[in-house]
């Protein structure tokens, strides 16, 4: 069975500070995808990363890197000098290989972030 | 404007009372899933389609059906609503499978009295 576990429920940052939200999966297949949605006050869900378990290249995109390590099952999220505008629960997610003839998406029980001014 | 669009955005209702949420997309996708969102626990798959009528149980059905008679539709019906129901429901589409980028809906937020 696949299993994503967010450790941090809540984090408490001031504005322009760095701030690394932790995501870690358990699954048995060699081939798997692993996702990053951003959840903001208004309550919709934005899709921010895709990452196949092939890729372990690391991401930048603005502000935003992730970081994944297979060796220890992590794919972690990082905001670089945070803005109030980036206040809002993260959710880590982990789905099936393409291969299978189901297709399941776990998510872990998300973080919120809270950027203060 | 490519969307997934679900209604009511709220709803209340009494125990027992049979109701259907509606989830419809406008991209051509085949594969489209609901969640419920509880404090705490996350999202939590309740049901999936790959296709028209092709639906399979994710990680809580119970107390849930579904169908997908078009592909651009798959309500959610509780036919029997109980008041641990009661949570923010999400609908989400993407192109093939669940590997891919989910779009998602607006969310319901129901209340089972």
């Known amino acids: 069975a696949q299993k994503v576990t967010q450790a941090q429920t809540e984090i408490s940052v001031v504005e322009k500070e760095d701030v690394t939200l932790d995501c870690v999966y358990e699954t048995r297949d060699t081939t798997y995808y692993l996702f990053w949605y951003k959840q903001p006050p208004s309550g919709e869900l934005v899709f921010l990363i895709r990452r196949n378990s092939f890729d372990e290249q690391n991401e930048i995109s603005g502000r935003y890197s992730w970081n994944f390590q297979k060796s220890t099952s992590s794919f972690n999220f990082t905001i670089t000098a945070s803005q109030v505008v980036d206040s809002a629960v993260y959710f880590c997610a982990l789905s099936d290989p393409p291969y299978r003839g189901y297709s399941t998406l776990t998510f872990g029980k998300g973080t919120m972030l809270l950027v203060s001014p | 404007e490519a969307q997934v669009t679900q209604n009511p955005r709220y709803l209340i209702t009494v125990t027992g009372k049979k109701l259907t949420v509606t989830c419809s997309q406008n991209?051509?996708?085949?594969?489209m899933s609901w969640y419920r969102q509880d404090p705490g626990l996350g999202l939590r798959q309740i049901y999936y389609?790959?296709?028209?009528?092709?639906?399979d149980k994710g990680d809580v059905p119970e107390g849930y059906k579904v169908s997908r008679k078009e592909k651009r539709n798959f309500p959610l019906i509780l036919e029997s609503p109980s008041p641990n129901q009661t949570s923010l429901y999400f609908c989400?589409?993407?192109?093939?499978?669940?590997?891919?980028?989910?779009?998602f809906g607006s969310g319901t937020q129901l209340s089972v009295l």
């Open positions: 991209m051509n996708h085949e594969y």
């Open positions: 389609s790959m296709n028209v009528e092709v639906t």
């Open positions: 989400a589409s993407s192109l093939h499978r669940s590997n891919e980028k989910l779009f």
